[in-house]
Antibody
Framework: QVQLVQSGAEVKKPGASVKVSCKASGYTFTGYYMHWVRQAPGQGLEWMGTINPSGGGTTYAQKLEGRVIMTRDTSTNTVNMELSSLRSEDTAVYYC???????????????WGQGTMVTVSS | DIQMTQSPSSLSASVGDRVTITCRASQSISRYLNWYQQKPGKAPKLLIYIASSLQSGVPSRFSGSGSGTDFTLTISSLQPEDFATYYCHQSYSTPGTFGQGTKLEIK
């Protein structure tokens, strides 16, 4: 079945970097854009950016530009999200989410990973 | 960025009630509006896309309507499993912004 499986929880110190992976299965990996969305404890959903698994092109949220890098590995059907210069406000659950259709990145998200908790604490 | 505003922020209702949640965009987004349900500790689940299309596997008691700037999600007869937080999301332009959420609680 179609699924996204994310890497496990992380605890990082302020200023460090974290890399979260998202492994796709059950569909043509290169056919669907992937997005990253995060959710701070008790808060709403925040869009972080998107990657085209086919060509690797990316678009990031302006507030994260310079700190976030999204990559993909077509040999393992995996997308990665690396966030650097971590601060306490980055403490959140991070989700990867696949778009519903093959028509582009502007679409609803029909398949979500299980989420990865990233805690930033000294 | 397009701002999405949901109302109410929270809502108490009983099993069997008809419930409506609204979402307003700060500018026209045509019909590029999606609705998600999220339960505690779980990832969001897509319910409705392009304003009124029901995602496969979602019960028909869920429906969506609207266009331009004003949208609604309606649950025709609340079931116990529907108590959750609901988010709207615009996919008209980047960044794809979300509403702040509506928490639906049992009365």
């Amino acid at each position: 079945q179609v699924q996204l499986v994310q890497s496990g929880a992380e605890v990082k110190k302020p200023g460090a970097s974290v890399k979260v992976s998202c492994k796709a299965s059950g569909y043509t990996f290169t056919g669907y854009y992937m997005h990253w969305v995060r959710q701070a404890p008790g808060q709403g959903l925040e869009w972080m950016g998107t990657i085209n698994p086919s060509g690797g092109g990316t678009t990031y949220a302006q507030k994260l530009e310079g700190r976030v890098i999204m990559t993909r590995d077509t040999s393992t059907n995996t997308v990665n999200m690396e966030l650097s210069s971590l601060r306490s406000e980055d403490t959140a659950v991070y989700y990867c989410a696949r778009v519903r259709s093959t028509s582009g990145w502007l679409d609803a998200f029909d398949i979500w990973g299980q989420g990865t908790m990233v805690t930033v604490s000294s | 960025d397009i701002q999405m505003t949901q109302s109410p922020s929270s809502l108490s209702a009983s099993v069997g009630d008809r419930v409506t949640i609204t979402c307003r965009a700060s500018q026209s987004i045509s019909r590029y509006l999606n609705w998600y349900q999220q339960k505690p500790g779980k990832a969001p689940k897509l319910l409705i896309y392009i304003a009124s299309s029901l995602q496969s596997g979602v019960p028909s008691r869920f429906s969506g309507s609207g266009s331009g700037t004003d949208f609604t999600l309606t649950i025709s007869s609340l079931q116990p499993e529907d108590f959750a937080t609901y988010y709207c999301h615009q996919s008209y332009s980047t960044p794809g912004t979300f509403g702040q959420g509506t928490k639906l609680e049992i009365k």
